[in-house]
């Protein structure tokens, strides 16, 4: 089963929002992407911080989600044609789409590969996914002192950007643009556990590593750059085809 995000819900763009000008860049070079493309799956659209902007553009975007509070955040937002549904389970005929847009799902989903293959079957042309160019460094840190105290989350699937060690995107836009990231909000979203990676982890193992992680990052500032990866579903098929 995908992971659900119900319980941060209420969180979600105050702890993954793009600043505004970070944000109009990133839907400028997706649109010009998208250009041609008419119809539009949203598989995973969360609370709708792309799918508003690009319906704005004009596009013809449904938006699907596991979380019933996600897409009540996006409504609330004015999303138009949101439904709940399983990404491995999509309700759309063949090449329903266009285009889909894919933006840090595979990686909450462990049969990943059935994922990928229903977004397959209902895209016409292309997969496009918004990405960070390299992993986020107070993360990485996070889980790198976990295991030093003897945990190791299970990993489910994989992200957008592992995926293109699989297969060669047909377009690789990168950077966008590049965003200056607060440690201190990193680590606040961490205290708060806003992330899925972090819900199994015990209390105190997580209390423990959050004290060394602030007194290593705690005012410093980061840099992250953001990428667009686009593939034909062509490809994607023959890699899933190989399999």
Known sequence: MPVSFDRVADIYDETRGLPPQIMKKVVATLTNELKGCKTILDAGVGTG???????????????IDISEKMLEKANEKGV???????????????????ATICNSVLHLIED??????????????????????????????????????????RKLGISEAELKSFVEPTRF?????????????????????????????????????????????????????????????AALKRYLKAL
């Open 112 to 153: 990943w590969k059935t994922a990928l293959r229903e977004i397959i079957r209902v895209t016409r042309h292309v997969l496009v996914s918004t990405t960070y160019g390299s992993p986020n460094p107070i993360h990485e840190a996070y889980e790198e002192l976990l295991r030093k105290r003897g945990y190791a989350r």
């Open 173 to 233: 836009i990168a950077p966008v643009t590049n965003i200056q990231v607060s440690a201190d909000k990193t680590l606040n979203m961490l205290d708060e556990k806003a992330c899925s990676y972090q819900w199994d982890v015990p209390n105190h193992l997580h209390r423990s590593v959050m004290t060394d992680l602030k007194a290593c990052f705690e005012g410093k500032i980061y840099y992250r750059d953001i990428q667009i990866l686009v593939w034909k579903t």
């Open 80 to 98: 138009k044609n949101l439904h709940l549904a399983d990404v491995r389970h999509l309700p759309f005929r063949d090449l329903s789409f266009d």
């Open 49 to 63: 911080r792309f799918a508003r902007p690009l319906q704005n553009k004009g596009f013809e975007l449904v938006g």
